[in-house]
């Protein structure tokens, strides 16, 4: 299979949907599939005209497995794995992981860079470096804390125990749970009411709360007084209608 067949892109109203391409490998995440990934947020950096929302999803029945720990493969450059991961967490767009059945380690460490983790009720999460004798090197250290809290997050890491996509709910993991046979119906709810706000309002939020995060109350108000985008250029249009419905 081609690099570019490994992560395959779709668009259609507004949303540009990345699937996971491999799944007679259980969708592991090989360097190739980082390679593809990697151009594909490349080229969504700059869309923020014709793609307002990005899903990531997987084919199959299968998310992600985790790290392809069988053949070995050098990657581009240092750390690349990382830094796509990185780069799927930064980009201007809301990032929506759309997860069903098992999603290990770093097929987990993966949608951990999505703003919204939406899972079907079949979703299976679990943190299994220690299964293996590896430590985390794509963000699990960092990004799952964050999610679940601390304490959560070293119970998931030092037991390697799975969580459904329910509990994955309720401790926070994942934003929206729905039964498997609702899932692309719901889906498609999510991204409608996403994509009918305005984008510009969606990136000016995600880049405020991304570069917040880690401050201070009075820093982060100040910096949101400083560096805000200010109002959508359509905000005059946007008023009229809903005023004009009354």
Not at 179 to 207: C, M, Q, V, Y
Not at 234 to 242: C, E, I, L
């Amino acid at each position: 299979m081609s690099d570019e067949m490994l992560v395959l892109r779709d668009d259609a109203g507004g949303v540009a949907t990345l699937t996971l391409n491999r799944p007679e490998k259980r969708n592991a995440l090989n360097v190739d599939m980082f390679v593809a990934l990697d151009a594909h947020l490349a080229a969504l950096e700059r869309e923020i005209d014709n793609v307002g929302a990005v899903v990531l999803r997987a084919k199959g029945p299968v998310f992600s497995a985790g790290a392809d720990l069988g053949k070995q493969q050098r990657a581009p450059a240092r750390n690349f794995q990382a830094k796509t991961i990185e780069r799927l967490a930064q980009l201007p767009q809301p990032v929506i992981a759309a997860v069903h059945g098992p999603c290990f380690t770093g097929g987990l460490e993966l949608v951990l860079g999505a703003d919204i983790i939406f899972a079907a009720e079949s979703a299976r999460f679990a943190d299994t470096h220690a299964k293996w004798g590896l430590v985390p090197g794509w963000g699990m250290s960092q990004r799952l804390p964050r999610r679940v809290g601390t304490y959560k997050a070293r119970e998931m890491m030092f037991t390697a125990r799975e969580i459904g996509g329910r509990m994955a709910e309720r401790v926070g993991l994942a934003n929206i749970c729905v039964p498997d046979d609702a899932f692309d119906a719901e889906l498609a709810a999510l991204l409608n009411d996403i994509t009918a706000l305005s984008w510009h309002s969606h990136r000016g939020n995600k880049r405020l709360l991304t570069e917040t995060q880690d401050l201070p109350l009075a820093q982060g108000l100040a910096h949101e007084s400083y560096r805000s985008p200010g109002i959508a250029p359509d905000f005059a249009q946007r008023v009229g209608s809903t005023f004009g419905q009354r």
